[in-house]
């Protein structure tokens, strides 16, 4: 994206992130994102479009700041993932994923199904970097998942119990290589 096509994305998001992805018209949307619809329609051609833009800027968004400080791969990473986490909920206030949001709103949408898609096959694939274990992708996730629809009703308890389930799993996988 170019940096008006950020500016807008961005706006974008919080937008949906606010009104949700069903009520806010192309109009509405206009507005809040505060330039014409000239504009908004060079940028992002359709609806759709407008979706998929500020997706892709919340996509690289919380890659950076999930990545951000992780110094090498281990249980150290693996905690401070959800520590990451627990902070993300605490900014965008317990919300349930924006990703699954689209996606329910647009269940027909090919091109959202498809960028859902890659949004959470890069985080598992990141989990299995930042674990050092590859093994350990789709436990990370799935808890990553867990813990970010279950927030809103626990809060803290689910980052903490994740983070305790993470030390099991390694501690586990540490004794096995010992036996």
């Not at 992130?17 to 509405?28: H, L, N, Q, T, Y």
């Not at 993932?81 to 993300?88: E, R, T, V």
């Not at 996606?103 to 960028?115: K, R, T």
Request: with cysteine; proline share 3%.
């Amino acid at each position: 994206m170019n940096d008006a096509q950020e500016q807008i994305a961005a706006r974008l998001e919080q937008v949906f992130w606010s009104r949700g992805f069903a009520e806010p018209s192309v109009p509405e949307l206009r507005a809040g994102v505060g330039v014409s619809m000239r504009t908004l329609y060079r940028h992002f051609p359709s609806r759709e479009a407008m979706v998929l833009g500020a997706l892709e800027h919340r996509h690289r968004r919380y890659l950076t700041y999930v990545r951000e400080g992780v110094r090498e791969p281990g249980l150290a990473a693996a905690e401070q993932l959800f520590d990451k986490l627990g902070g993300w909920m605490r900014m965008t206030e317990g919300k349930e994923c924006l990703f699954r949001q689209a996606l329910a709103a647009n269940p027909d949408s090919g091109d959202i199904e498809a960028m859902v898609k890659r949004h959470k096959g890069e985080l598992l694939r990141f989990f299995g970097e930042l674990a050092g274990k590859d093994q350990f992708a789709t436990q990370l996730y799935l808890l990553h998942e867990g813990v970010t629809a279950c927030y809103a009703e626990m809060g803290e308890t689910a980052v903490e119990d994740a983070k305790l389930l993470v030390r099991q799993m390694f501690k586990s996988a540490n004794e096995r290589q010992l036996s």
